[in-house]
């Protein structure tokens, strides 16, 4: 298995255009979670989907952040406008509750992540 | 979720066992201890977890003490490919839960000196 893939691995783009990242889980993972990490403030989610369902989105910043699951293999999480204080590294993460569909290892794969740079 | 506390940063000589504590003396009895590293520029990579019991997998063993207020990642033998940031994440088991599934905190930063 490839494990999570996320594209791009490089972004940099200037304040107020649209960014798109984009992930691909793990096949037969239906889990999906978007994380940020920045020096400041660490990881964060930003929002987990279950079998292509938002199920929290506490986390999302705010209004220009957008994220979509349209098919179990691909998922999007837009920023428009994008800002300065969005420069960071998104990560994509999937996971599943296994063959048993019981107890949950606890266990998150997560993908290279996406370095954006909002100049 | 109880919270955690590690110390921000460890050395380790290569080849020697790197020890690696954390407290969570605010731990309930449904949540398991859990571990993660961040090698640079990478994702985050999950390494072990455990309830009670010590647990012992082909990365790592996890001591976790009678009271359960505090755990031990253990590196048998530490490599350079080692050094990253250690995250020790104390939760219950449930993708059900909304919120913060995982908060990572700072962990611990450990270097592997040749």
């Known amino acids: 298995d490839a494990g999570v893939i996320q594209s791009p691995r490089h972004e940099v783009t200037e304040m107020g255009q649209e960014v798109t990242l984009r992930c691909k889980p793990i096949?037969?993972?239906?889990?999906l979670f978007w994380y940020r990490q920045t020096m400041m403030r660490g990881l964060e989610l930003l929002i987990y989907?279950?079998?292509?369902?938002?199920?929290?989105d506490s986390g999302m910043p705010e209004d220009r952040f957008s994220a979509k699951m349209p098919n179990a293999s691909f998922s999007t999480l837009k920023i428009q406008p994008s800002e300065p204080r969005d420069s960071a590294v998104y990560f994509c993460?999937?996971?599943?509750?296994?063959?048993?569909?019981?107890?949950?290892?606890?266990?998150?794969?997560f993908g290279e992540g996406s370095r954006l740079t909002v100049l | 979720d109880a919270k955690t506390t590690q110390p921000p940063s460890m050395d380790c000589a290569e080849g020697r066992a790197a020890n690696l504590p954390c407290n969570h003396s605010t731990i309930s009895g449904n949540e398991y201890v859990y571990w993660y590293r961040q090698i640079h520029s990478q994702g985050p990579q999950y390494i072990i977890h455990?309830?009670?019991n010590n647990e012992t997998n082909e990365m790592a063993s996890l001591i976790i003490t009678e009271d359960r207020k505090s755990s031990t990642l253990i590196l048998p033998h530490a490599t350079l490919r080692d050094t990253a940031v250690y995250y020790c994440?104390?939760?219950?088991?449930?993708?059900?839960?909304?919120?913060?599934?995982?908060?990572f905190g700072t962990g611990t930063s450990l270097t592997v000196i040749p």
């Open positions: 993460a999937s996971s599943s509750l296994g063959a048993s569909g019981g107890h949950w290892t606890g266990e998150l794969f």
């Open positions: 455990g309830l009670k």
């Open positions: 096949s037969g993972h239906d889990y």
């Open positions: 989907f279950n079998n292509n369902v938002p199920i929290d």
């Open positions: 994440i104390v939760r219950v088991p449930s993708l059900l839960n909304t919120g913060n599934q995982f908060y």
